[in-house]
Every structure is written in C-alpha cells, then in structure tokens.
C-alpha cells in the first residue's frame, strides 16, 4: 500500500515535469504564445515632464484632492468601476479625456487630417466587431503586430485618445504605457475610461471591421457591449 | 472507470485548448486571481503559458490510458486548487459588490466561458469524484499502458 501511494506521487511528479516541459515547447511553437519575460502589465512608468504645462482638457471628477487639475464644474463619478479607473489612470501618471472632449475631438476636422489620432487597445475580434470610426488597433499584448503603423500617426498627432471596453477594462491603460515608455510624448497621451461602453451608450457611430472599412453604423445598433 | 476517465480527460483537453488559443486571455485571467506576483512577471507568465498545456497533455494521457493514477492525482490536485482560487475569487467579488454569492455570473479563466459560481463549484465537486474514481479503480480496460512504472 505504501509502495504503490509512494509510485503514484512519483508518477504524478514526474508527469507535472514532462507536462511543464511540453508547455514550455508548446508555447515556444505557439506563434502567439505567452512571452515568459514581458511585463504585459506595466505600472507606474511614466514621469509627465515638470517643463511643460498641464494640457488644456478636463478630466472627471476622480481626483479630488486639493491642487489637482480637476474642475470644479465635474460632475462626480457614480460608477465604482469607472472610478477605480480613473484613479488607476491616474496614479500611472497618465491623463484622463471625459467622454464629452473625445466626442469634441471627434467631430473636429484636424481628426479626420491625423491632428487627433484614436487608438483602440482591445482583441481584434472586438475590433472588428465595432470600433470608433478611424481608430487604429493596438492590441498591446501583440504590439510588435501593430506598433509600426500606430506609432507614427501618433507621433504625429496633437492627442492621442486610448480606449478599451470601458469601466473596469484595463488595456487602454496599459497600451497608453506602452505607447509613452516607447517614446510618445506623454502629455499627448489621454485614456478615455468611459471606452466603447460610453460611446455605444451615447449611440455614437461605430465602424465595423478593419479601420477605415467605411462600414458604420450606430452604436446601439450593435449587440453586446463591447466586452468580451 | 472507462466513462470516467474518458469524461474528465476530454474535458481537460477542450478547456486546456480554449485557454491554449487565447493564452493571453488566460494570462489576464490568471492576473485577476492575485495568487502570485504581478512584478516581475515571469511566474504570472510562466503559469499562463505552461497551464494550458499541461491540462492538455494530462487530457490526452487519461484518454489513451497512460499512468493513469498518477495522472489521476495531478488532475484531482489541479481540480482542488482550481476550486480553491475560484471559490476565493468569487468571495472577492460577493465583498466588494454585494453581489449574492451564487449570483455572482463570471469567466473564472476555467476555459468554459462565464459560469453561476455555484454550479461551476457543483461541477468541480463532480470532476474531483471523476478523478477520485479513476485514482482509486483497479480496472485497465482500454487502457495503452497499464502503468509506467511497469516499463
């Protein structure tokens, strides 16, 4: 009895070995596989240089604390969610655009001439299932499938607006990182936390499949919400 | 046995592969759990990338009858922690949100999709009879190999 319990946790060791040999090989082959040494989750990385001024844009009513740029005119944040992410924005030394300023920047010309560039952090097939019309895609866990087209028109952008689902969604964040720690001038960069819920809440257009497909549509009109 | 062994294998290999072809999703997944260090990441990297596959591999052993006992053991500790994390997960989500625990409808990173809690729960209960059974019988039937120790 004691031999064969001490055979089978032999026989289960040895198997969790080949098994996690496997997976290393498996996932060395796995053209998308996970990068075992890359930070997917950067933090706090981004210093706002203290030569220039703030940017002339408002952000929502998360930071309260005295000395902040917050307007006294901001509605306060009911959403928990939205809250919490705004502050996370925050924190990482990034700025926050309220859903008001990306519909603002939107609708102005310079957007259609690559003066404000819209960049869109979530999975291709949320993509493709709707994003805001001319937004580039820029997966952050494939970056390198995406950087060399988005860095440019970002670079030559006044603003850069970095959207995911919204609310709880953490990939606009951590592309908006990912965009100021490969050289992007950070106070270009702006996260909108309200994401595509917000904008398909507000039945704003939406445009289907690749950037520029000129399929669009309006927001509600899509099923589901934008998450997965 | 057959039965069982045959059901909790498949069902390893179907949730090893949806986790295998969205390993980023099931990195995500992994994160939320806050069960090991985000920084540096290379453990939070290291369980994304071989936890898939290992499900798989100790999948298609238990289909082709391979050591099975040991493999038995592995998937019914797997099936235990598993359960562990979600289960804590879920007590995560019912404090911050007030959410009635059972009402709590969430993607626990299992490879099945967003699932009740408490069915999920129900049904790792069942998996760890499955590999219990498997575990504990004597029958070999259909078996490849009847045990490595053997060779």
Known sequence: MKKTIKNTVLECVG?????????????GLHGRGVDLSRDYFPTGKIERPTTQPDPPIRHPGANTQPGSDTQPDEPPIDDPELKKAIEDILNDGLQVIRHDDVVALYQDPLYRGGGYVFVDARNTRLYRAGHIPGAYQLDHYYIEDYIDQVMPACQNAFKVVVYCSGGECEDSRFAALELGNRGLDPTRI???????????????PVERGERLSADIVDGQSLPGDGHE | MLLARLALGGLFIYMGYNKATQPTDFLQAVRLYQMVPEHPPYLLNFIAATLPWVEIFCGVLLVVGVALRGNALLLLTMLIGFTIGVTLRAMEIHRAEGTPFCAIYFDCGCGTGVEWICGKIVKNIGLCILASIVLLSRSRWLCLQVNLRRR
């Open chain 1, 15 to 27: 198997i969790a070995v080949v098994g996690i040999v496997f997976g290393l090989v498996a996932n």
């Open chain 1, 190 to 204: 702006y996260v909108y936390p309200g994401g595509m819920k917000a904008w398909r809440k507000a039945n704003l």
